[in-house]
């Protein structure tokens, strides 16, 4: 398998996945303002939105979208109960957190790292993604996890949006479950990995 990825973006959490894992794989380079690979292919012959991540399956076939991407590799590890079983509630519930962390959150911030929003609109934005951070403060409160005992591939999502926080000026400390559960996952050999792989272990 390849991984494309661009660091630090979401392509990050099936890094993390892939890490966590133990899967034998490629990553190769994405610019997103090019559309280049770093190895001059142009990468909207692999996707075609342009946008990471992108994993390219040992049969040829491309699988986009981060949510994805991740229960597709989970499912290929069930030992490591990365996600709850098929057809269980707490399966649904897991498919919750992934729809919130990329409707709520994820879609959330992209006003704020574009130039041309004006800064009004983005105080708006930032205190609206406060508010489902208080939710998910909420939701950690007397657990390791979202889901619980397991860290599963909901905790590499949300890890890898929290930490673009700090680049558009929201504080995390001022949610101290939300600090101390971002230190926790930070700290898993795999994360630690897949930040080092991607230039960015010494700027977290």
Known sequence: MKLYYS???CSLSPHII?????FRFDKERVDLATKKTETGADYTAINSDGYVPALLLDDGQVLTEGPAIIQ??????PEKNLVPPPNTLERY???????FISTELHKGFSPLFNPQVPEEWKAVVAAQLGRRLNTVSRQLEGKDWLLGEDFTVADAYLFTVLGWCRHVGIELEQWPLLKAYQERVFMRPAVQSALQAEGLLRDS
Do not use: F
Request: charged share 20%; aromatic share 10%; glycine share 14%.
């Open 7 to 9: 660091p630090g973006a």
């Open 72 to 77: 597709y590799l989970a499912d290929r590890v």
């Open 93 to 99: 519930r897991l498919m919750q957190w992934l729809n």
């Open 18 to 22: 892939l890490n966590e894992g133990g």
